[in-house]
């Protein structure tokens, strides 16, 4: 199956850095999607992005299909961004893999 | 607008118990999807199902059961409770395939003494 690693494991940023977070798929992927647990656990959607770009406020993401990685971007930190970053993916008619995730934490 | 939701949120069991924690979603979305999350593994699957009466093994199924007689409803069921399966267990649901766009209920966490 498919193999899913993320970098970096860990990230400790000041408030208001930007930041890149990277998922790297062992074979090519037609569904892909990141995810935020906040400190409380909840696991909150945040793009389904199996190609190409897009943005939601502070954050964005940019998958390239063809090089099996994608990523997030985090621009003008807040420390409410703390917490796991995890991205999955699949391919044809097949359940999501995920990755083990990065652990970010914002400074005041 | 409900969404996915778990109970219990919280559960404390004894070895050799049964236990089944339950999983309703109000989207009448046709796939759903229990994950175990351990640290140092991240989100591993235990089960899925495409519909009603149709269900399948994930990475990780031995020692859980689940049943699909609704579309909103997905328990899972430990048939003996052991301690490794203390864990933080995550329901979640899809409207398209099993790959598609996931959404993901609170979670309850389980400890098995």
């Known amino acids: 199956g498919i193999q899913v690693e993320q970098s970096p494991p860990d990230l400790i940023l000041q408030e208001g850095a930007n930041s890149t977070l990277r998922c790297n798929f062992s074979?090519?992927?037609?569904?892909l999607q990141w995810f935020h647990q906040n400190p409380w656990g909840q696991l909150i959607n945040l793009f389904y992005i199996p190609s190409g770009t897009k943005q939601n406020g502070r954050l964005s993401a940019t998958t390239v299909a063809t090089e099996r990685y994608s990523l997030l971007y985090i621009s003008s930190s807040q420390t409410t961004d703390s917490g796991v970053y995890f991205c999955?993916?699949?391919?044809?008619?097949?359940?999501?893999?995920f990755g083990k995730g990065t652990r970010l934490s914002v400074i005041a | 607008d409900a969404g996915i939701t778990q109970s219990p949120r919280y559960k404390i069991t004894e070895t050799g118990r049964q236990v089944t924690l339950m999983c309703h979603q109000t989207w009448s979305h046709s796939y759903m999807f229990w994950y175990r999350q351990d640290l140092g593994h991240g989100l591993r699957l235990i089960y899925y199902s495409a519909a009603a009466d149709i269900t399948d093994k994930g990475e990780v199924p031995d020692g859980y059961v689940v049943s699909r007689s609704k579309t909103e409803n997905f328990p899972l069921t430990l048939e003996s409770a052991t301690r490794s399966q203390t864990s933080v267990y995550f329901c979640a649901s899809s409207d398209r395939d099993y790959g598609y766009e996931q959404y993901f209920g609170p979670g309850t966490r389980l400890t098995v003494t």
């Open positions: 999955a993916g699949s391919s044809g008619n097949t359940p999501l893999v």
């Open positions: 074979d090519s992927v037609n569904n």
